[in-house]
Nanobody
Framework: VQLQASGGGLVQAGGSLRLSCTNS????????MGWYRQAPGRQREVVAL???????NYRDSVQGRFTISRNNARNTLYLQMNDLKPEDTAVYYC?????????WGPGTQVTVSS
């Protein structure tokens, strides 16, 4: 399993970004995939999770603004982020929970300017 995230960048408040996380192999057998983030001086926190059956969970602060999705045929996880706020600034990491273990990608920086 090798996860590679992309799509981060600098955006003004109110703007949008779409993060992608591609696995070198299949993601169809994952239990859960998710996006986490870590801001400077803070602990890593969960942003959104999606099960292999497609059920989704979001942290309260992003509910209604972010959408997590997955395309098993493309081995890719997405996070559509709309109405971004400065407090969304962080390094975003994708995660895959599989029978063989718990895997992390290297992270992608998202910076939201006010």
């Amino acid at each position: 399993v090798q996860l590679q995230a992309s799509g981060g960048g600098l955006v003004q408040a109110g703007g949008s970004l779409r993060l992608s996380c591609t696995n070198s192999g299949s993601i169809s057998s994952t239990y859960f995939m998710g996006w986490y983030r870590q801001a400077p001086g803070r602990q890593r926190e969960v942003v959104a999770l999606i099960s292999n059956m497609g059920s989704r969970n979001y942290r309260d602060s992003v509910q209604g603004r972010f959408t997590i999705s997955r395309n098993n045929a493309r081995n890719t996880l997405y996070l559509q982020m709309n109405d971004l706020k400065p407090e969304d600034t962080a390094v975003y990491y994708c995660n895959a929970q599989m029978s063989s273990g718990n895997y992390w990608g290297p992270g992608t920086q998202v910076t939201v300017s006010s």
